[in-house]
């Protein structure tokens, strides 16, 4: 860690020592229940520190990476080299109106049940989506027929150059899972929804449908990160896969799940190797079988254990 103690001590300028946490293991801040140590991980409170972190970061040629939630994220069991930002304590949601101003951090369910409380309709869809905003805003995160493009009206990110930027929906290039967010790797401080009246009755009932859904539909008992795959183009990656006969496959304590087959599941103490194997071997059949190449809307991140050791 020596070479990481100029860049604490900056960090510590900008945010409480509480804030800070050194080797902090992954596992502890991922859906999927797995992950190595982080070699800094750091909770700022506000878009300010959020702000002077990154450019320390960049000033010290350090790798930094931002977190919501840690639902759509696979970290290599060798961790992390470099600054995890989590963002979650970035978590206000706000309401004017018709409009909902949320925080990067804030969950998707808190600003479904804001919306909820506020008689305010079509984000139902988010109800049970288990991440942040904004890690919902930059993939354009949706389910049940709907996505974020639908009730997005704009996005305050921090550019390239570290400054505040207010984007537009057209200038968010909203697409499947992607983004400009993404494609030029600004970082998301909050979200501005733009909703319609509704009836609070009708709005409930539509969020309990889906969540009954979800929960006969998929493996919610277990860590996981979500539909594993991205769908290809003309095809569902779930059906592929259980086409292949591959639902219920194992590689050690990773499962692709039974109830679901766009799943891949820590059933108790797997590895991100095992989990990363599988996938692995759920590509290589389906693109034996059919010739469809499946890609991972699951975000990789970190090193290998083996090669953490050796450095």
């Not at 095992?274 to 190449?293: A, M």
């Amino acid at each position: 860690m020596m070479q990481y103690e100029k860049i604490i001590k900056q960090i510590n300028k900008v945010t409480s020592k509480e804030n800070i946490k050194i080797n902090e293991l992954m596992e502890n801040h991922t859906s999927f229940k797995v992950g190595g140590p982080a070699d800094v991980l750091v909770t700022p409170e506000n878009a300010m520190e959020v702000q002077s972190i990154i450019k320390i970061c960049k000033e010290n040629k350090v790798d930094y990476y931002l977190i919501g939630k840690g639902s759509n994220l696979l970290v290599r069991d060798g961790g992390i080299r470099g600054v995890v930002i989590k963002l979650c304590k970035l978590n206000k949601i706000e309401v004017e109106g018709n409009k909902i101003t949320a925080q990067s951090g804030a969950s998707l369910y808190d600003v479904t049940m804001v919306a909820l409380d506020k008689g305010l309709k079509g984000v139902e869809f988010a109800n049970g989506i288990p991440g942040s905003i904004g890690g919902a805003a930059a993939m354009n995160a949706g389910a049940y027929n709907g996505e974020m493009c639908m009730v997005l009206e704009s996005t305050l990110v921090i550019d390239n150059n570290g400054e505040l930027l207010t984007l537009t929906k057209d200038e968010l290039e909203l697409s499947y899972r992607s983004s400009a967010i993404l494609k030029h790797g600004y970082t998301v401080i909050s979200v501005t929804l733009a909703l319609e009246p509704g009836d609070r009755a009708v709005i409930k009932a539509r969020m309990d449908d889906l969540w009954k859904k979800r929960n006969d539909k998929q493996p919610l008992e277990y860590p996981s990160a979500g539909s594993t795959f991205k769908r290809p183009e003309g095809h569902y990656a779930s059906v592929l896969i259980q086409d292949c006969n591959l639902k219920g496959t194992s590689v050690g304590d990773a499962q692709v799940s039974e109830k679901h087959s766009g799943f891949i599941i820590n059933k108790k103490n797997a590895s991100a190797k095992d989990i990363l194997d599988l996938i692995s071997l759920v590509q290589q059949q389906v693109e034996e079988k059919y010739g469809v190449q499946l890609s991972t809307e699951v975000k990789i991140w970190g090193e290998d254990l083996l090669l953490a050791k050796e450095a």
